[in-house]
């Protein structure tokens, strides 16, 4: 208990300077929180038009209201478990600091890890905890439409964390390519655009056809951000919900190993062109 407790006043200040960091750019977040609110609002009326051009209540088994549900939670939930720490690497290893880094007392990855949770904190409190609030108040007194039960929202938490390591871990083992590589910034906006309609952020993966479902099965793209909306909206559900996030603890299993592997890797590459 005491190594546990050591362990965390050791890395705690790093989440603690991540959420001061990201307050110091008041602008730039106010305006990422009024995209994020400009993006809610043109998708809602874009599946608003096309649920009322479609002859049917229901499409790929979403109704209208599903679907606005399943707007607000991907946003809150895409915020929760985002993280740019691939951006953090490349920065550090174009300036040179990640040598430094890289020789102190305590563990890279770690630390990394602490800076993502410190970023995924400031956006609970400043931003998708409101908006949850915001939701389930106007469904409330707009449709009388309860939250989901206790049970769905902490499945709900527990594959969004889920999620959140899996990003962590895939970031990290992209931002290893700045090894390799002098400026990663256009990979990262492309591998920010596959992420984003892969994972269901931009259209539920129910959408797509039944091949490419298929196909997504066996890549991780669905425990991204797919996985917990679903479970909030209770489509899974039971085994299918158990299912979900057996298969998002399976990638955290892999991503773990592929990092370990990664990892040693650029190290080593470091060490030798450093001598």
Partial sequence: MKTVSKWFRLYLPFAKSEIQAVMNYRISFFLFILAGIMYIFITYYLWKAIFHSSPNATLAGFSLQDMIIYIFISEITSRLTFSNIDAMIGTEVVEGSIAINLIRPINYQIRLFFSAL?????????????????????RFFIVGQMPPNLQTLLLYVVSTFLSFLIMFLFNFAFG????????????????????????????????????????????????????????????????????????QILWIVVFFALTHWVWNKAVNRLTILGG
């Fill in 176 to 247: 290893m390519i700045s090894f390799y590589t002098s400026y990663i910034w256009g990979l990262r906006m492309s591998k920010m655009a596959v992420l984003r309609f892969f994972s269901g952020s931009l259209i539920p993966i129910a959408f797509f056809p039944i091949w490419l479902q298929d196909i997504l099965k066996f890549l991780p793209f669905n425990s991204m951000n797919y996985t917990p909306v679903m479970i909030y909206l209770n489509k899974y559900s039971g085994m299918d919900a158990f299912h979900a996030i057996s298969t």
């Fill in 118 to 138: 410190g970023r995924s904190i400031y956006q609970i409190i400043t931003s998708a905890l409101p908006i949850w609030i915001g939701l389930v108040a106007i």
